[in-house]
């Protein structure tokens, strides 16, 4: 795939997921998510690309990162959702328990603007 214009992002998706992840876990995690979690929720075809993101707060516990998945159409999103949301999302929660709280959120990119050059 080539590389995307910033017309070219509006009318796509994002399927943000944000996980506070325990400090004691937290390096365990991370590669995990890099080495093993993120390729395979990539494999299932559905999305076309991932950026993995430290949330910039100061926490009481943990540490926090977002996820954004882009997609194209709602049918991605929710063929996903469907046949490997649960087995991937089950297979995070037998690893790591209650060491992480994860929230998930769609969003709609609706306009993508960059400075006048």
Known sequence: MGQLGKHDLVGMYLYNVTVNVDSDIQDNWLQWMKDTHIPDVLATGQFLDCQLTRVMLDEESGVT????????????????????????QRATQTKYGDKLVAFRTLLEIIDTQSPQL
């Open 65 to 88: 990162y977002a996820m954004q998945y882009r997609f194209a159409s709602m049918a991605d999103y929710q063929l996903y959702q469907e046949i490997y949301a649960p087995d991937l």
